[in-house]
């Protein structure tokens, strides 16, 4: 969920940046959740009928300029798995103390609607920091 609204909030800046989502555990080739696209559907947002998951491989965390996690353990998978790029790992969450923003995965539509929401919050606080980078 996160990559489709980032990238829209963005496009609406008029923020020129490619959001890409990889997984720490992906099961590569998958159709993102039903219960994420129906979230995603129901807030107007749109992922994509050719979305599909990958793993977070070395070449899409050095072509990676920031990588944004929800959860502490994805942030130490990353650091564990490629320490050099370390330094591009943060919490979506950080500029707002949120420690984490909790994977909805298993859950019904309600959760999945409640975590869409706290990303576009978060999402809202890390746009002025992506324009200053650009």
């Known amino acids: 969920m996160g990559q489709a609204i980032l990238q ?7 923020l ?3 959001v890409n989502s990889c997984g720490v555990q992906a099961l590569t080739g998958k159709r993102p959740d039903k219960q994420a696209l129906g979230a ?3 807030a107007g947002y749109s992922i994509g009928e050719e979305k599909r998951a990958e793993q977070l491989l070395m070449p899409q965390a050095n072509a990676a300029q920031l990588m ?7 942030k130490q998978w990353i650091m564990q798995n490629f320490p050099a790029y370390s330094g591009k790992v943060w919490l979506m969450g950080h500029w707002n103390g949120l420690s984490e ?7 019904g539509p309600a959760e999945f609607d409640a975590c869409l929401k706290v990303l576009e919050g978060e999402i809202d606080l890390w746009l002025p920091k992506l324009r200053a980078l650009l």
Do not use: F, S
């Not at 829209?8 to 008029?14: E, F, L, P, Y």
């Open 101 to 107: 923003v909790a994977d909805p995965i298993g859950q």
């Open 8 to 14: 829209a909030k963005a496009d609406a800046a008029g």
């Open 40 to 42: 995603l559907e129901r």
């Open 16 to 18: 020129k940046i490619y």
């Open 68 to 74: 944004l996690v929800m959860e502490n353990r994805h």
